[in-house]
Protein backbone atom coordinates (compact mmCIF):
# COMPACT_ATOMS: atom_id res chain seq x y z
CA UNK A 1 0.00 0.00 0.00
CA UNK A 2 1.23 3.28 -1.23
CA UNK A 3 0.79 6.69 0.89
CA UNK A 4 1.70 9.78 -0.78
CA UNK A 5 2.56 13.26 1.13
CA UNK A 6 1.60 16.05 -1.40
CA UNK A 7 2.60 20.04 -0.98
CA UNK A 8 -0.15 22.32 -0.67
CA UNK A 9 -0.93 24.14 -3.54
CA UNK A 10 0.53 27.83 -1.71
CA UNK A 11 3.54 26.06 -0.73
CA UNK A 12 4.40 24.83 -4.36
CA UNK A 13 3.86 28.49 -5.44
CA UNK A 14 7.08 28.95 -3.34
CA UNK A 15 8.78 26.98 -5.61
CA UNK A 16 10.34 29.98 -7.76
CA UNK A 17 13.34 30.05 -9.72
CA UNK A 18 14.41 32.53 -12.38
CA UNK A 19 14.63 30.09 -15.30
CA UNK A 20 10.86 29.25 -14.80
CA UNK A 21 9.71 32.86 -14.21
CA UNK A 22 8.20 34.35 -17.24
CA UNK A 23 9.62 37.32 -19.02
CA UNK A 24 7.69 40.00 -18.03
CA UNK A 25 7.87 39.15 -14.04
CA UNK A 26 11.78 39.37 -14.78
CA UNK A 27 11.38 42.87 -16.14
CA UNK A 28 9.16 44.12 -13.48
CA UNK A 29 11.26 42.58 -10.76
CA UNK A 30 12.17 45.05 -8.35
CA UNK A 31 11.05 48.02 -11.17
CA UNK A 32 9.43 50.58 -9.04
CA UNK A 33 12.93 50.62 -7.13
CA UNK A 34 14.92 51.14 -10.32
CA UNK A 35 12.24 53.71 -11.10
CA UNK A 36 12.65 55.73 -7.84
CA UNK A 37 16.61 55.31 -8.35
CA UNK A 38 15.77 57.27 -11.67
CA UNK A 39 13.47 60.09 -10.64
CA UNK A 40 15.46 60.59 -6.86
CA UNK A 41 19.07 60.71 -9.53
CA UNK A 42 17.41 63.06 -12.06
CA UNK A 43 15.69 65.13 -8.97
CA UNK A 44 19.08 65.53 -7.39
CA UNK A 45 20.54 66.93 -10.76
CA UNK A 46 17.75 69.62 -11.36
CA UNK A 47 17.91 70.49 -7.86
CA UNK A 48 22.16 71.42 -7.94
CA UNK A 49 21.57 72.93 -11.42
CA UNK A 50 18.81 76.02 -10.09
CA UNK A 51 21.88 77.60 -8.14
CA UNK A 52 24.38 76.76 -10.87
CA UNK A 53 22.14 78.35 -13.41
CA UNK A 54 21.80 81.24 -10.93
CA UNK A 55 25.53 81.86 -10.41
CA UNK A 56 26.27 81.61 -14.31
CA UNK A 57 23.11 83.71 -15.07
CA UNK A 58 24.35 86.68 -12.55
CA UNK A 59 28.27 86.80 -13.83
CA UNK A 60 26.81 87.14 -17.00
CA UNK A 61 24.58 89.97 -16.55
CA UNK A 62 28.02 91.55 -15.08
CA UNK A 63 29.60 90.74 -18.59
CA UNK A 64 31.93 87.52 -17.25
CA UNK A 65 31.39 85.04 -20.04
CA UNK A 66 32.13 81.86 -19.56
CA UNK A 67 34.46 79.58 -21.96
CA UNK A 68 34.11 76.46 -24.31
CA UNK A 69 30.87 75.24 -25.64
CA UNK A 70 28.78 77.42 -23.19
CA UNK A 71 29.98 80.55 -24.56
CA UNK A 72 29.51 79.26 -28.30
CA UNK A 73 25.80 78.99 -27.67
CA UNK A 74 25.34 82.37 -25.87
CA UNK A 75 27.01 83.72 -28.93
CA UNK A 76 24.51 82.08 -31.45
CA UNK A 77 21.66 82.43 -29.60
CA UNK A 78 22.46 85.26 -26.70
CA UNK A 79 23.01 85.13 -23.18
CA UNK A 80 19.19 83.79 -21.71
CA UNK A 81 18.63 81.50 -24.65
CA UNK A 82 22.08 80.53 -24.91
CA UNK A 83 22.64 79.40 -21.33
CA UNK A 84 19.11 77.74 -21.29
CA UNK A 85 19.88 75.32 -23.75
CA UNK A 86 23.49 75.15 -22.73
CA UNK A 87 21.54 73.42 -19.20
CA UNK A 88 19.14 72.03 -21.23
CA UNK A 89 21.62 69.79 -23.12
CA UNK A 90 23.90 68.94 -20.32
CA UNK A 91 20.72 67.59 -18.37
CA UNK A 92 19.50 65.59 -21.49
CA UNK A 93 22.89 63.84 -21.67
CA UNK A 94 22.89 62.97 -17.77
CA UNK A 95 19.42 61.74 -18.23
CA UNK A 96 20.63 59.43 -21.14
CA UNK A 97 23.75 58.14 -18.91
CA UNK A 98 21.71 57.55 -15.70
CA UNK A 99 19.18 55.87 -17.83
CA UNK A 100 21.82 53.20 -19.50
CA UNK A 101 23.22 53.03 -16.11
CA UNK A 102 19.89 52.02 -14.33
CA UNK A 103 19.55 49.41 -17.80
CA UNK A 104 22.55 47.81 -16.88
CA UNK A 105 21.32 47.03 -13.14
CA UNK A 106 18.45 45.41 -14.76
CA UNK A 107 20.66 43.69 -17.61
CA UNK A 108 22.60 42.00 -14.49
CA UNK A 109 19.85 40.27 -12.95
CA UNK A 110 19.67 38.12 -16.09
CA UNK A 111 22.95 36.37 -15.64
CA UNK A 112 21.95 33.62 -13.83
CA UNK A 113 24.86 32.09 -11.79
CA UNK A 114 27.05 35.89 -11.32
CA UNK A 115 24.08 38.12 -10.76
CA UNK A 116 24.74 38.95 -7.75
CA UNK A 117 28.30 41.00 -8.06
CA UNK A 118 27.27 42.00 -11.25
CA UNK A 119 24.00 43.62 -9.64
CA UNK A 120 26.39 45.55 -6.81
CA UNK A 121 28.86 46.25 -9.47
CA UNK A 122 26.30 48.12 -11.45
CA UNK A 123 24.83 49.20 -8.19
CA UNK A 124 28.22 51.06 -7.56
CA UNK A 125 28.97 52.49 -10.65
CA UNK A 126 25.42 54.19 -10.45
CA UNK A 127 26.08 55.44 -7.32
CA UNK A 128 29.60 56.39 -8.06
CA UNK A 129 28.71 58.10 -11.51
CA UNK A 130 26.28 60.30 -9.63
CA UNK A 131 28.78 61.19 -7.23
CA UNK A 132 31.18 62.08 -9.43
CA UNK A 133 28.26 64.13 -11.36
CA UNK A 134 26.96 66.09 -8.46
CA UNK A 135 30.13 66.78 -6.84
CA UNK A 136 31.47 67.98 -10.42
CA UNK A 137 28.43 70.68 -10.30
CA UNK A 138 28.57 71.51 -6.45
CA UNK A 139 32.49 72.20 -7.72
CA UNK A 140 31.54 74.66 -10.91
CA UNK A 141 28.67 76.70 -8.81
CA UNK A 142 30.89 77.29 -6.34
CA UNK A 143 33.68 78.72 -9.01
CA UNK A 144 31.02 80.68 -10.44
CA UNK A 145 30.43 82.27 -6.96
CA UNK A 146 33.57 83.06 -5.97
CA UNK A 147 33.93 84.67 -9.16
CA UNK A 148 31.31 86.86 -8.41
CA UNK A 149 32.38 87.27 -4.66
CA UNK A 150 36.02 88.35 -6.08
CA UNK A 151 33.85 90.98 -8.94
CA UNK A 152 32.35 92.53 -5.49
CA UNK A 153 28.68 91.19 -5.99
CA UNK A 154 27.00 90.33 -2.56
CA UNK A 155 26.61 86.36 -2.65
CA UNK A 156 25.07 85.89 0.19
CA UNK A 157 21.83 85.05 -1.23
CA UNK A 158 23.43 82.28 -4.01
CA UNK A 159 25.10 81.06 -1.25
CA UNK A 160 22.31 79.81 0.72
CA UNK A 161 20.72 78.77 -2.46
CA UNK A 162 23.67 76.21 -2.85
CA UNK A 163 23.08 75.63 0.34
CA UNK A 164 19.55 74.21 0.52
CA UNK A 165 19.87 73.00 -2.58
CA UNK A 166 22.46 71.14 -1.88
CA UNK A 167 21.41 70.00 0.96
CA UNK A 168 18.07 68.78 -1.11
CA UNK A 169 20.51 67.01 -3.62
CA UNK A 170 22.65 65.27 -0.93
CA UNK A 171 19.81 63.88 0.86
CA UNK A 172 18.64 62.12 -2.69
CA UNK A 173 21.59 61.06 -3.22
CA UNK A 174 21.87 59.01 0.14
CA UNK A 175 17.86 58.06 -0.44
CA UNK A 176 19.54 56.45 -3.65
CA UNK A 177 22.06 54.48 -1.71
CA UNK A 178 19.04 53.31 0.03
CA UNK A 179 17.13 52.27 -2.35
CA UNK A 180 19.62 50.70 -4.50
CA UNK A 181 20.56 48.79 -0.65
CA UNK A 182 16.74 47.38 -0.62
CA UNK A 183 16.49 46.98 -4.11
CA UNK A 184 19.39 44.10 -3.77
CA UNK A 185 18.13 42.79 -0.48
CA UNK A 186 14.54 42.14 -1.71
CA UNK A 187 16.31 40.31 -5.10
CA UNK A 188 18.27 37.79 -2.71
CA UNK A 189 15.04 37.13 -1.00
CA UNK A 190 12.91 36.55 -3.87
CA UNK A 191 15.72 34.67 -6.15
CA UNK A 192 17.29 32.63 -3.10
CA UNK A 193 14.34 30.86 -2.12
CA UNK A 194 15.15 26.86 -1.87
CA UNK A 195 12.55 24.93 -3.53
CA UNK A 196 10.86 22.61 -1.11
CA UNK A 197 10.88 19.23 -2.44
CA UNK A 198 7.95 16.76 -2.80
CA UNK A 199 8.10 14.23 0.07
CA UNK A 200 6.93 10.90 -1.43
CA UNK A 201 6.94 8.01 1.21
CA UNK A 202 6.47 4.93 0.31
CA UNK A 203 5.46 1.55 1.70
CA UNK A 204 4.14 -1.54 1.37
Avoid at 7 to 35: C, S
Avoid at 119 to 144: D, P, Q
Wanted: hydrophobic fraction near 45%.
Amino acid sequence: MEYFIERHTLEAGNRLTWDTMPVRDQLGTNAREHLTVYILASLANILLSIPQYLAVNTALELGINPKGSTAGLINQYGSNTGLTIDFLRSTFIFQGIIAILIMGIVGSMFSRRRWRWQYVATSFLVSAYLAYHLGGKFINALGWIGLLETSGVNVSGVYADLFWFGLGTTICYLLVILVLRRSYGRLMAKLLLVPTRDLTEASE
